[in-house]
């Protein structure tokens, strides 16, 4: 970096929110940097570059095709309406499988929320549905019209909530589904400035977007094997350099306390975990100094601790990658990519122009599972408030008492109670733990296959995103 760079400002991405131009002569963790790259108003990616692709026209007709082929040309040809930039990084479009597979994948997700909602909450509370970044609004409109055609008695009592980042967003998902659906609530705010307690229990959907969320880089120092965090320091003409120092970040010192308490191993050579090894690595020459970077997701835990603090009561159903092709260099290192004259186009280096490029992540979802119980099952403290009981509890007693009243045992498969809420029996059982799905496994479950079949017996909703998986 600049030799300057320790003369300049620290600052964040909250901080940046103000600045209408990628900003000079500062310095910040890498999570801000994606974030501001992200989501910056006035120039981030989402608010000014990306489009959503939406299949124009009527839903893909599956059953009519005569195999995948067929089905990609059709993909092709209605993602060739957004026409071809002639140069430079151009709009940013890209699909998800609620647009791909619209109205059907909506639909099971929809019938994934009603089935848990019938089973545990009906008639005694309302349908609650948080999403947070919606989109175009795609998947609330399919989730919404399936519960109305098919679960009028449902419908009478969903509440729809959307909370969206990017402004332009919300305000089209605000004109697509509140005239229909009078149930939808958009608020434009980041999930991560959420400050509103959700009493009542409640689904809570992030689908496709936890790989936007922003990462911290890390590095290992190979002599004392201790945690140094990146930061990235821009110079007055805009060029970037990195630099090294030890943990003081609450936020990464918190995931690493986690991740040692949870037993999952940072990604070090086990031969260097030999004080006698690790002295003759070090001594060799030109060795490096530091490992390998490993970007770490700190913003998924803070995500994780707003689920705990003010949804006490909801089920998360998260959807997203867990491996992606292209990735730039690293542990757990994202893809950075652009779209040229209508083709992606994969980066090798994080530093990019801020708002030009996509930056997402792949998810370990064995290790988000594990992360998201143990933050669930932390005992409430300081401004933790008493969720409101359920009008089944029977009993004033503390749940935590009577839930061992009969026996000692406790099921591995789920958490502990919460007291004053009963389960739908009015037993104090705890819900049962998330699990992890592979999307195809997801979507046997819960879609409507015959409705995605093509003539050659292929199915498109099963068979693509072999890289996506669901906890629920």
């Not at 992200?38 to 195999?67: E, K, V, W």
């Not at 609530?185 to 936890?210: G, N, Y």
């Not at 099921?411 to 104090?428: C, E, F, K, T, Y």
Request: glycine residues 4%.
């Amino acid at each position: 970096p600049d030799p300057d760079h320790m003369q300049y400002a620290r600052v964040t991405s909250n901080d940046l929110e103000q600045y209408t131009k990628p900003p000079t002569r500062v310095k910040m963790l890498v999570r801000d940097f994606i974030e501001d790259s992200l989501y910056n108003p006035h120039y981030g990616y989402f608010p000014q570059q990306a489009t959503i692709f939406t299949s124009a026209g009527d839903p893909i007709d599956f059953r009519s095709m005569r195999d995948s082929a067929e089905f990609q040309n059709e993909v092709a040809q209605r993602y060739s309406t957004y026409g071809t930039d002639e140069e430079g990084p151009g709009r940013q479009i890209w699909h998800t499988p609620t647009e791909l597979f619209k109205p059907y994948y909506g639909q099971a997700i929809a019938r994934c929320l009603v089935s848990e909602y019938l089973l545990k909450n009906f008639p005694y509370e309302d349908l609650v549905i948080y999403e947070i970044g919606a989109g175009n609004g795609t998947l609330a409109m399919d989730i919404l019209d399936y519960i109305q055609s098919e679960y009028p008695e449902v419908y009478e009592r969903t509440h729809y909530n959307i909370v969206e980042i990017s402004r332009r967003l919300a305000k089209l998902q605000q004109e697509l589904l509140v005239p229909r659906h009078p149930c939808v609530t958009v608020t434009p705010k980041s999930i991560f400035h959420w400050d509103q307690r959700e009493p009542a229990p409640c689904f809570f959907l992030a689908m496709e977007v936890i790989d936007n969320f922003a990462h911290d880089m890390i590095r290992y120092d190979y002599r004392s094997l201790e945690p140094y965090q990146a930061l990235i320091t821009v110079d007055a003409q805009g060029d970037y350099g990195i630099y090294y120092t030890r943990v003081t970040d609450n936020l990464i010192a918190s995931f690493l306390n986690l991740r040692r308490r949870l037993g999952h191993s940072p990604p070090l050579p086990a031969i260097l975990k030999s004080p006698s090894v690790r002295s003759i690595y070090n001594n060799l020459p030109f060795a490096p100094n530091l490992s390998t970077p490993e970007y770490i997701p700190t913003r998924l835990l803070s995500l994780l601790r707003t689920l705990r603090k003010h949804f006490p009561r909801h089920r998360l159903l998260l959807s997203d990658f867990s491996s992606l092709p292209d990735t730039i260099p690293g542990v757990n290192a994202p893809v950075v990519q652009a779209r040229v004259r209508g083709k992606a186009v994969a980066c090798s280096t994080l530093f990019v122009r801020p708002g030009l490029f996509d930056i997402f992540f792949p998810t370990h979802f064995g290790r988000l599972r594990d992360m998201y119980e143990h933050v669930l099952a932390q005992p409430r403290v300081g401004d933790d408030l008493p969720v409101a009981p359920s009008p089944l509890a029977n009993s004033v007693s503390p749940l935590s008492i009577g839930a061992g009243f009969f026996s000692s045992y406790k099921p591995q498969n789920r958490r502990s109670p919460i007291d004053g809420v009963a389960s739908s029996s009015g037993l104090p059982v705890g819900e049962l733990k998330s699990n992890v799905f592979t999307h195809a496994e997801f979507m046997e479950t819960y879609a409507d296959l015959e409705l995605t079949r093509l003539k050659s017996g292929e199915n498109p909703l099963v068979d693509y995103y072999k890289n996506v998986k669901f906890v629920f």
